[in-house]
């Protein structure tokens, strides 16, 4: 009787060493066909909250700005895949292609390419390594060089420096996670730049925050901080994430979610129909073909049912521009031809 009560106090008084996050590759690496949402958030007022056993970091208030979206495909779907043969799956954001190379123990970057700026790692920088827990730390350096086209070039190395400083329940607009763990990575980089032939060295610092978890392949908030000088630290950048996953085959895209956008060619105004389920975490982005965005619809100006919103398009320039409805029930595309 005292054995079996001894056993349920030491239980009852050090729950926390049952909840610790074990981050490993076959649950954290993303998948060909994911689709992760950013959402670009107001930094004043943030910080990176406590670090330790069993914190719960509250930002709920976080007040959306802006978008972007992170797709995964084949080294082979993409345009550059020949000059990073050895990447077995590429992150597509805002026109720029990383190419990456998932394994056991990491997930590394081999490089980049937008078409303008070329860049490749002869020794990969992992980006996020495994198994990853509570007070794991992690170290690896990578070397590469890039090229600006018609401009120059220089060759970098970078240090990423990663240290898990804490776990606990994670709160944010999109949900609450009870089982993060959070990683804190310096990032150091020394450019050796050649411009318009003047050469120079500039080395830098960054920090970041992420906050993962266990069944979510991407970082679920990312806090960022640049120096301001040489001692003080600023957050300059904060977004938190939600995923759209690959519809099964029984219940396709089209099926799911209506989106109709006219006249097309539009010349003053884009008109856009579509029906919506549930608006929450639904929103619409309008994106050239290079993957920027030129403008945007919040789900605040979303609403459950029919939806007929008006665009402006007198300011842009001719050309043709991707309309996504990203929603719930899945992603939609419609292209779009201006011409004035």
């Known amino acids: 009787m005292k054995k079996a009560l001894l056993s349920a106090i030491l239980l009852m008084s050090f729950p926390v ?25 107001d930094a004043r007022g943030v910080t990176m909250g406590a670090a330790g056993a069993g914190v719960t970091w509250n930002y709920a208030f976080l007040s959306v700005l802006g978008y972007d979206t992170t797709g995964y495909f084949t080294c082979a779907a993409t345009p550059y895949c ?8 590429v992150a597509l954001n805002s026109g720029e292609y990383d190419y990456e190379i998932e394994s056991s123990s990491s997930l590394s970057l081999i490089g980049g390419n937008t078409g303008s700026v070329y860049f490749y790692l002869t020794d990969p920088l992992d980006e996020m ?15 590469g060089y890039g090229i600006l086209a018609g401009i120059g070039g220089d060759y970098e190395t970078d240090i990423d420096s990663f240290n898990a400083d804490a776990y606990g329940t994670l709160i944010l607009p999109s949900g609450t996670y009870p089982n993060t763990l959070r990683i804190h990575v310096i990032s150091v980089s020394k450019d050796s730049e050649v411009f318009f032939g003047v050469p120079t060295v500039t080395v830098a610092q960054t920090e970041a925050y992420l906050w993962y978890d ?35 085959v029984s219940k396709t895209v089209s099926d799911a979610v209506f989106l109709k956008v006219f006249p097309n060619p539009a010349t003053n105004d884009m008109n856009i129909s579509l029906d919506l389920a549930d608006n929450k975490d639904a929103f619409i982005s309008i994106s050239d073909m290079l993957g920027r965005v030129v403008g945007s619809f919040p789900s605040g100006k979303l609403n459950i049912g029919a939806n007929n ?26 292209k779009v031809v201006i011409a004035k």
């Open 309 to 334: 919103l008006t665009f402006p398009v007198q300011d842009l320039p001719n050309g043709m521009y991707i309309v996504q409805l990203h929603s719930p029930q899945g992603n939609v595309n419609q």
């Open 82 to 89: 020949d000059s990073y043969s050895t990447s077995n799956i």
């Open 17 to 41: 060493l049952f909840a610790q996050p074990n981050l490993t590759a076959p649950f954290m690496n993303p998948l060909v066909g994911e689709t992760f949402i950013g959402y670009e958030c």
């Open 129 to 143: 390594f495994y198994p990853a827990t509570y007070h794991s730390t992690h170290k690896d350096t990578g070397v």
């Open 214 to 248: 266990s069944s979510f392949h991407n970082q679920l908030l990312e806090i960022d901080y640049d120096t301001a000088g040489s001692t003080s630290l600023y957050v300059s950048g904060v977004e938190y994430y939600t995923s759209h996953l690959p519809l099964s």
